[in-house]
């Protein structure tokens, strides 16, 4: 069954620093592999997909990810961090079969001056 | 991009009543919904698949009964909360899946309170 492993509830980096936030799958079949951003009392707004076709995705707000099968990992990442980048972030994939998501736990990600 | 609204954004009601939460898929179809359940600070929990004109699938641990889902149309899914509780409280966030490109979009939420 495919499982999503977000390594780091919370991540605290300054203003104009790189964003990492670390996801990785567990999956025997080719993954289709999100990232969403959830602001506080709102839903999830959807910041890139991989869907087999390029490995590194650019997504809306400066983040991109990278696919890389034989880590089975879809780290997010953001070369200059700013404050409005504070939020939580899920990781996602669908289960076998394309009929359900799977999140992960979500990572906080805290952005200070 | 693909909208997705809840009604009503939040909602307070007294142990016992009903609460109905409406979804509405705004410029797509969507023959697929699917209704979320998140506790503060954790992560979404699937509590069921609703697909238009048939019958919902709920997860594992969900009583249907008290978790009606109903989704009459390629654009709306309700979820009726059965007697409330306040351990119902929680933040309600329902999904649609565009029936071309398989994107989920999600909704703003539903806070419920009850009290």
């Known amino acids: 069954a495919q499982s999503v492993t977000q390594l780091g509830s919370h991540v605290s980096v300054s203003e104009g620093a790189l964003v990492l936030l670390r996801c990785n799958y567990s999956?025997?079949?080719?993954?289709?592999l999100f990232w969403y951003v959830q602001y506080p009392n709102q839903g999830l707004q959807l910041l890139l997909k991989y869907t087999s076709a390029a490995t590194l995705v650019k997504g809306i707000n400066g983040f991109e990810a990278e696919f890389k099968k034989s880590e089975t990992s879809f780290h997010l990442t953001k070369p200059s961090a700013h404050m409005s980048d504070a939020a939580e972030y899920f990781c996602?994939?669908?289960?076998?079969?394309?009929?359900?998501?799977?999140f992960g736990a979500g990572t906080r990600l805290a952005v200070h001056p | 991009g693909a909208v997705v609204s809840q009604h009503p954004s939040w909602v307070i009601c007294k142990s016992g009543t009903s609460v109905k939460i409406e979804c509405r898929s705004l410029?797509?179809?969507?023959?697929?919904m699917f209704w979320y359940r998140q506790f503060p600070k954790q992560s979404l929990m699937l509590m069921a698949t609703s697909n238009e004109g048939s019958k919902a699938t709920y997860e594992q641990g969900v009583e249907k009964d008290k978790f009606l889902i109903n989704h009459a149309s390629l654009t709306l899914s309700t979820l009726t909360v059965t007697s409330a509780h306040p351990e119902d409280s929680s933040f309600y966030i329902c999904?649609?899946?565009?029936?071309?490109?398989?994107?989920?979009?999600f909704g703003p939420g539903t806070r419920l309170t009850v009290t």
């Open positions: 999956s025997s079949v080719p993954p289709y």
């Open positions: 999904s649609a899946r565009d029936a071309t490109s398989y994107e989920q979009y």
């Open positions: 410029d797509f179809q969507a023959t697929t």
């Open positions: 996602a994939a669908y289960s076998g079969g394309y009929n359900k998501l799977i």
